[in-house]
């Protein structure tokens, strides 16, 4: 299991697929150059120049900075990962979340740009299960792109990583989907988060850390 997202940052730039904010501003640029070009070309193409010099160096370096935020929030798990250093891990990947209860208002320090600080704006998850505490890695698809949330260690009694954590404070059992609560310190409001697979595997480890 040593292999968890172990890629590098031009790896993980080859693996995923251009952000769908990213193709807006892309098509945009296009469309502005061409409406300046058409409009210049039969007097003086310097502004088309300008502008294309400016696109061609502006853009690359926004695709990079938006692509290193992600990488950094992904890389994130690893680093929990290892962290962990449990040869019982277990790991679910693209478990369908339900959040409840997030708002975004009701965080402490709302001008705070740590990345590495977790929203709880997700609808899938890939969960890791050690022995005293879950990391959940939030994860959404946005017009067949996957974006990534900074992952957070959900734990009962003692964080065991260096990454974000909240305080798993209670769970319950509908028949059919598990639900947790939990309190983060940078938020004012609890949150609840349920799970819409792998019942029969989160259950008895839920069962096991609330004895």
């Not at 968890?4 to 098509?27: A, D, G």
Request: glycine share 4%; with cysteine; hydrophobic share 45%.
């Amino acid at each position: 299991m040593s292999d968890f997202r172990p890629e590098t940052f031009l790896q993980f730039i080859k693996k995923t697929k251009p952000y769908w904010s990213l193709k807006i501003i892309w098509v945009s640029a296009f469309m502005f150059l061409a409406f300046v070009f058409f409009w210049t070309y039969k007097t003086d193409l310097n502004a088309f120049w300008g502008y294309f010099i400016f696109c061609i160096v502006a853009l690359p370096l926004q695709a990079g900075f938006a692509y290193w935020l992600s990488y950094k929030m992904y890389h994130l798990g690893r680093i929990a990962f290892l962290d962990l250093n449990d040869k019982e891990l277990k790991i679910f990947n693209d478990v369908n979340v339900f959040v409840k209860g997030f708002d975004l208002f009701s965080k402490k320090k709302f001008y705070d740009l740590n990345v590495s600080k977790p929203i709880y704006d997700f609808e899938q998850a890939d969960i890791i299960f050690s022995k005293k505490s879950i990391i959940l890695l939030g994860k959404s698809k946005i017009f067949g792109t996957i974006t990534f949330a900074s992952p957070v260690e959900l734990f009962t009694s003692k964080a065991k990583t260096t990454i974000a954590n909240a305080k798993l404070i209670d769970w319950s059992d509908s028949g059919k989907r598990l639900q947790i609560e939990i309190i983060d310190s940078n938020y004012d409001k609890p949150i609840k988060i349920e799970f819409k697979r792998n019942y029969e595997e989160i259950k008895p480890w839920l069962t096991k850390v609330f004895q």
